[in-house]
């Protein structure tokens, strides 16, 4: 999507935002809106991938239960702030401003009606409304962080020459999608300046399994049912995919972000019932119906069958004692499994990790030790449950710095 005319380059600029996806852009426009003269610089070839491409092309922009509880961070506090001032009603209302029909779809998510593309016009239509300029094929190098409190302003070298500012902020993002451009610039820089940067790895990823573990589920590829996937601290309970390579589906991508090599994930195949009462009773008044059979009402026919292959005998619901229903239930409800790893940043929706929050002011995104340095969206250490909360990060935490830059 090709952004507004801009004027020609200012020098110097009061805000120079490095990153137009939806951080970048909400700061800038909160930005514009305070009659500041703002850059957004991206090196990519057009704004906003992450935004065209979420949702399958209907943009997953917000989720109408957002709150500090759907967020990972070492600091859990560090959300509150900026989500409590720019909500997710907040960005709804922007959203009707500009007449773009939405729809919620499952557990307060909410989607474009039409296409993603509503969301990148309506950004772009903002920050030209108030004469924010938006580049795209626009690499900026950094040549010195400066330091606003001292009248020193950080210079940045762009492709038609250097220019200066006296608010910079980094929005670049983390490393997931790397084929849409995505890069480690937000935390080589700040590693640079000596920062902590808390470790990242993917998430919201499909786990993948290797050899046997693979084999044993590797041909019920495409098949989803409603479960209940724990990892850590996490519980999720959505559909879970069985792919080629392993697991994937909500539940599974939401777990994700709390496992880590080594560690094993739940997964209950049934929740939300007892299964063992149920299958008392089928005893009691189906004794001739096979097990595989009456699985296969419950879990699909195809994995009914693999379990049975691997793990239970088939046979009359008459034939099973006490603790061969214990045994169902362990395999079904408390199906343990080992993954060796995920799918990495290739499709990752998030990066976890990031930016620690203890350099950042919660309320303007300012780092404290470099005055007029700034740090917002996925390259701090704040990762958002699947669902439409990373974007809400992006947008609350993109207008908190906007308000003060």
Known sequence: MTPPARPATPLPWDVIVIGAGAAGLMCGITAGQRGRRVLVADHANKVGKKILMSGGGRCNFTNLHCGPDNFLSANPHFVKSALARYSQWDFIALVDKHNIPWHEKTLGQLFCDRSSKDIVRMLLDECEAVGVAVRTHCPVEIVEVGDRDEGRPHRVRLPDGEATCESLVIATGGYSIPRMGATGFGFDLA??????????????????FEGRKLEQIADLAGVALDSQVSAGDGAFREAMLFTHKGLSGPAVLQASSYWNVGQPMTLDLA????????LGIARRDQPKKALKTWLGDRLTRRVAERWCELWLADRPLADLSDAAIDEVVDRIQRWTVWPSGTEGYRTAEVTLGGVDTDALSSKTMECRDFPGLYFIGEVVDVTGHLGGHNFQWAWASGHAAGEVV
């Open 191 to 208: 590693r640079s300046l000596g920062l902590n940067v808390h470790p990242t790895r993917a998430a919201l990823v499909p786990v993948t």
């Open 271 to 278: 929740p939300g019932i007892d299964l063992a009462e149920e």
